[in-house]
């Protein structure tokens, strides 16, 4: 079974542009969750998609944002760029996020922002 | 809202020795579920070992096993015959029974086993 996957793996942007990253989960798993990892906060959860829906959210601003396709593949968007939006974002896909599910992370995106 | 704190920032051991990371949370929650993940300098999370917060059996995969403490909000990770490749930052995460607010994590401990 292939992997989780993220494109790109690299990206830098300057402050004020938007971004959009993209995550495939494994085959079958319905749930993708996006989490930003930076030195400083460690690991938080960003939000969760489930069969095209939004059903978890973690506690962001409304600059990010997500959304998730019929073929489960998810996007994350980042509107209006700060040098605190540097960091790596990563991906997880799992077959739900209830019932302690495993959830299988990506490789992940470094966004740098300048 | 849950946390999870783990208080070693940093352990060095000896390749073959026996290593034991703490983590510990805190919730309201009764149903729940605790997770270590280990991410190595690739920067790829994986799963290590899951335990159900209502078994009371302590999960054990291969070499890895845990001290799950209920009672103690306690959930320690122990590393038998550590190896070169186990080398990576640890995280203790935790997920409430119905998945609301993901997976919470704790600041990690980056555990270095020398030669």
């Known amino acids: 079974k292939a992997g989780v996957t993220q494109t790109p793996r690299y990206l830098i942007k300057t402050r004020g542009q938007q971004v959009t990253l993209s995550c495939s989960p494994i085959s079958g798993h319905r749930s993708v969750s996006w989490y930003q990892q930076t030195p400083g906060q460690g690991l938080q959860f960003l939000f969760e998609y489930f069969s095209e829906t939004q059903r978890n959210k973690g506690n962001f601003p409304g600059r990010f944002s997500g959304r998730q396709f019929s073929n489960s593949r998810s996007e994350m968007n980042v509107s209006t760029l700060e040098l605190g939006d540097s960091a790596l974002y990563l991906c997880?896909?799992?077959?739900?996020?209830?019932?302690?599910?495993?959830?299988?992370f990506g490789p992940g995106t470094r966004l740098t922002v300048l | 809202a849950q946390t999870v704190t783990q208080s070693q920032p940093e352990m060095s051991v000896q390749e073959a020795e026996t290593v034991t990371l703490s983590c510990t949370y805190d919730?309201?929650?009764?149903?729940?579920?605790l997770f270590w993940y280990k991410q190595p300098p690739s920067r790829q999370m994986i799963l290590v070992i899951r335990q159900e917060a209502y078994k009371q059996q302590n999960a054990t995969e291969n070499r890895f096993s845990v001290n799950f403490q209920k009672a103690a909000k306690s959930f320690s990770l122990k590393i038998s015959d550590s190896q070169l490749g186990d080398t990576a930052m640890y995280f203790c995460?935790?997920?409430?029974?119905?998945?609301?607010?993901?997976?919470?994590f704790g600041k990690g401990t980056h555990l270095i086993i020398q030669p």
């Open positions: 995460a935790f997920i409430p029974g119905g998945g609301a607010d993901g997976l919470t």
């Open positions: 997880a896909s799992s077959l739900r996020l209830a019932d302690g599910h495993e959830q299988f």
């Open positions: 919730t309201s929650e009764s149903n729940y579920y």
